[in-house]
């Protein structure tokens, strides 16, 4: 053997013990991601580990896959819903003190405002010319508006636009309202129902774990009293929908933990209620906020990012049928990605929405728009009331003038 041919074999030998060992790795992770995309078509609930390794180790497309697999499943036609709704603030009030809005003022601020039948009155009207059919209507922990304000605020709404559906405040508040009262959320919930509350939002859920809300909303309800509210309104057979917003200070653990403790509660649910209807999964927008300002805390959320968390969301969430896209935090171009990920649904076009655009989400739609982006996505839209019945688009519908 020559000097040369002595040192080739010298070098390569060793490497190919190491070789052996990658390609067993490889083959490894490919065998357990195979089992869990096998787990997860098959509806089974994942454990948060499980959730954690797919969301880290698998390719993207094989998670969009995966997921849009379920989709088809669960939502076996080629629409992709949306709404006509509008945003109306019942005041801005708040002592929540949450880190990243930038919407409230505390009570006695110049620009303090607690709206008035007369601004609800012209809202609607517009809402009802613009084809929508919906007041989502959400507000503050204002220290002085009890059960009274809004039960009276949603009856003389009824009475004037029977028609309207109120999709209204959200845990927190009932949370907030159940306090100034010492009412149970059970009765509270009751009342609110009786005097014309159709569903109960998902707002204020932020991150379902307590070490994040002592963080950046403090002021509200934790984790249990948000995921308890919910199970009241279920057994009252008011409909809700869950939303998570992520990419501030949580881990991704707690994400998960978020996920899994939102099925729980939907799991929970009496056999004749539907329980979440959605489940809405957006980016936190960073614009002037207290998180940004003061704890430099950004979000750093890539499109690739989102587009794992609606895939995962749809895979760790079996038991809900429809997950929605976020366009009006990541985009349209994002946003018609998650059709191909998960995603079944569009969401409203917003007429009004203050709260989220505040602290920087610059996304808009119209009636048209919207249509337009889903049917470039490959899908047929479909127009949507908050119970996910089809509606047909209004003969008269008239395009909103964007102008907030």
Known sequence: MDDNNKYLVFETAPIQP????????????????ADLYQKALQFEFLSIEEGMFLFEQAPLTELMYVADEMRKIQVPYNKVTWQIDRNVNTTNVCIANCKFCNFYRVPGHAEAYITDMDTYRKKISETLKYGGDQLLLQGGHHPELGLDFYTNTFRAIKQEFPTIKLHALGPPEVAHISKLEKMSHHDTLKALQEAGLDSLPGAGAEILVDRVRRLISK???????????????????????????FGHVETLEERFIHLTRIREVQSMKPEHAKGFLAFIPWTFQDVDTLLARIRGVHNLTTPDEYIRMIAISRIMLPNIKNIQASWLTVGKQTAQICLHAGANDFGSIMIEENVVSAAG????????????AIREAGFEPQLRSQQYEFRAIPEAIQEQVIDY
């Open 361 to 372: 989400a610059p996304h808009r739609f119209t009636y048209k728009t919207m249509q337009d």
């Open 18 to 33: 190491i070789t052996v060992s990658l390609c067993l790795l490889y083959k490894v992770l490919n065998m357990q991601l």
């Open 219 to 245: 002021g509200k309800c934790g984790a249990d009293e948000w995921l308890a509210v919910m199970h009241e309104a279920h057994k009252l057979n008011i409909t809700t929908s869950a939303t998570m917003m």
